[in-house]
């Protein structure tokens, strides 16, 4: 009991003077300083950074004292008759990969908490988790064992099906999207469920009872209960698939890339990759990517309006 | 309530019960789908690779054999890798998990001036980000290039789990208990020790298995900063092995049916340490899978 006067509650803070207050919580705030170091050092540092799009970076004389060229990585990149492609590669797999993935889940956790089975349900539920939990390393090395010509699983089945397989199937360049997509279904539609199921169990059972009374079977009971309980949580998604469209998944059209299927799997970031880490262009790398996030941040914008507008739902 | 369903009559129930064993149907097919791929590796794992390309494995192994396990644990790089990731792991795993809680637990509390703007601090660096190479730029500068904090400072706060974290201490830990504490003398710091993080046990579960699988998971950020191959985690040494085709020499060495030879024990080498590499997490995850699911609620609570 040190001050009398804290007995009041949260009120009594409020009528202390600033200063008071902020030395009343120095503890706080040095529990923030490391996150708050790192991320000046990690995120912001590297931000200020950015600054080398516009100029010829040189190491020796650091971010701010490179010269100025101006945009001619920019030029440079949009000049290059393979940008166009590029460009158009991220767009269409990022749509793709959203129009396919993102109605499954929820047709899938629509249909499974219809059941009564609780053993049946869990145990379908554990399996199809499982596969988000196997890395992205180990997913494209199932692919590209499987996709192998030879005795790849996958090219086993296609060619008993008449699909041409003289060319391994990720070679070839019309394979890539649907090969990135359909894994991308296996991997993440179970655990893409959690957060719907999770929403369907809040719906009130007793809406369930006064349905079956009235006589509506578990088809009607589906559309018109459970799948209004899950709109906000399906145009939250949405909205967030659509923020996050020139962000698509880096991390497995690099490892499903090659020499031969290029031509639909070089997408901005792996070009940015490349550029950077692998021919040391610094500053035409960074401007790449300076791109790539200006792009994706206009659509965030965008569609963080047109949310706002038709759902009131609203992120930045 | 029990009469009453049975009363509404026996048109509804039957077409219900071809609906249920129909949604049974499906579901089972779309989990088998899921399962198979994964049991195709196992059983091609403990095949011999010329059945395997004869395609003689699709339901049960042939030609039994333990050759490749044998072969991946000579394997020095998935050793080492092996070791590496349990490093990395480790020690991400507790700084990590530190940093969001005690990041987290300070901008939950409505009385500290500037948590609005701290928060926003935070937040910024989810849309705005240096990109790839400033980001390296200032890695190497600090001088962390080919060391294991590489991997673990950078990635920083992550702030998606601070506003998971945020909202549990909000939502569980009622503002009055810090009054009380603060009668008994009770300073910030202690009663975050005392009474805060015993009573957060759920969440820093949540935020362990999060940070768990992504270390375990990562490996673009050492393909980035690290160029000493010993120093490479698993995922790495399993890129070489499934995506770049290389079975090192001493896997390859004590045999003398050449080249065909050769290519028999590389694919056997590739399944059986796909299955090495996935099954750390794939045994821990059921385990831990309510934990997940509440995480993700908390989460989905605030977006």
């Known amino acids: 009991m040190k001050i009398p006067g804290e007995r009041k509650g949260a009120i009594a ?83 793709y990969t959203i129009l396919w993935t993102f109605p499954i889940p929820i047709i899938f956790s629509l249909l499974m908490n219809q059941l009564r089975f609780k053993r049946f349900k869990k145990l379908a539920q554990t399996i199809l988790y499982a596969p988000h939990f196997v890395s992205i390393m180990i997913v494209c090395g199932m692919l ?3 996709l192998s010509p030879y005795g790849g699983l996958i090219t086993m089945i296609a060619s008993a099906f008449g699909a041409d397989t003289s060319i391994g199937l990720l070679d070839q360049p019309g394979n890539f999207r649907s090969i990135y997509i359909a894994s991308a279904i296996w991997q993440d539609a179970g655990w893409g469920m959690i957060i719907y199921m999770a929403s369907l169990s809040s719906v009130d059972a007793s809406l369930h009872e006064a349905a079956k009374v009235d006589g509506a079977n578990t088809w009607k009971r589906i559309i018109h209960i459970d799948l209004p309980a899950l709109v906000p949580m399906i145009m939250i998604n949405l909205i967030m698939s659509f923020g996050n469209l020139m962000n698509v998944g880096f991390e497995k059209a690099f490892l499903l890339q090659t020499d031969l299927n290029t031509a639909t799997s070089e997408i901005i970031a792996t070009y940015v990759y490349e550029q950077g880490m692998l021919k040391s262009m610094y500053s ?20 963080n309006k047109i949310a706002k507008k038709t759902a009131d739902i609203s992120f930045i | 309530m029990r009469k009453n ?13 071809a609906m249920e064993i129909g949604m049974v149907i499906i579901i089972t097919i779309f989990v088998l789908m899921v399962l198979y791929p994964l049991y195709y590796v196992v059983i091609a794992s403990i095949s011999d690779p010329y059945d395997v390309y004869a395609g003689k494995t699709f339901l049960f192994p042939s030609g039994f054999t333990l050759e ?27 700084v990590a998990t530190a940093l969001v809680v005690m990041t987290a637990y300070p901008l939950s509390r409505k009385d500290m001036p ?40 950078p990635g920083g706060v992550s702030v998606f789990n601070v506003i998971v974290a945020r909202t549990y201490f909000e939502s569980s830990i009622p503002q009055e208990m810090y009054e009380a504490a603060k009668i008994d003398g009770c300073g910030n710091l202690k009663t975050f020790v005392k009474i805060v993080l015993p009573l957060s046990k759920p969440i820093i579960a949540v935020m362990v298995i999060f940070a768990m699988v992504a270390f375990w998971n990562d490996w673009f950020t050492a393909l980035i900063y690290m160029n000493d191959k010993d120093r490479y985690p698993l995922q790495l040494a399993l890129r070489q092995i499934m995506i770049q085709s290389q079975a090192s020499a001493n896997a390859l060495s004590g045999m003398d049916g050449g080249y065909a030879e050769a290519n028999r024990i590389t ?19 059921p385990f831990v899978q309510k934990h997940f699911e509440k995480g993700l609620m908390v989460g989905a609570v605030k977006g």
Request: proline share 3%; net charge positive.
């Open chain 1, 13 to 95: 803070h409020h009528g202390k003077p600033l200063w008071k207050r902020i030395i009343s919580c120095w503890e706080l705030y040095l529990l923030l300083i490391p996150g708050i170091v790192l991320t000046i050092i990690y995120k912001y540092i590297p931000m200020y950074g950015v600054q080398i799009a516009f100029r010829d970076y040189n190491p020796t004389l650091g971010f701010s004292g490179s010269p100025w060229v101006g945009l001619k990585w920019f030029t440079k990149f949009f000049t290059n008759y393979k940008s166009m492609e590029m460009i158009k590669n991220t767009l269409l797999l990022s749509l």
């Open chain 1, 144 to 146: 590209r064992i499987f």
């Open chain 1, 284 to 303: 035409f790398s960074t401007a790449v990517g300076l791109f790539n996030t200006a792009v994706n941040i206009l659509l965030l914008i965008v569609v």
């Open chain 2, 5 to 17: 369903k049975n009363k509404t009559g026996s048109v509804v129930r039957g077409s219900d019960r």
């Open chain 2, 68 to 94: 490749g396990y044998a072969r991946v644990f000579k394997e020095k790089a998935i050793v080492t890798g092996y070791l590496n990731s349990i490093l990395y792991t480790v020690v991400g795993t507790i």
């Open chain 2, 114 to 153: 500037g948590r609005k703007t701290i928060m926003i601090f935070f937040i910024i660096t989810m849309y705005f980000t240096g990109g790839l190479i400033p980001t390296y730029l200032v890695v190497a500068k600090t001088g962390l290039l080919n060391s294991m904090w590489a991997l673990i400072l």
């Open chain 2, 267 to 285: 694919e056997l080498i590739k399944f059986a340490s796909m299955v090495v590499g996935a099954v750390p997490m794939l045994i821990a995850y």
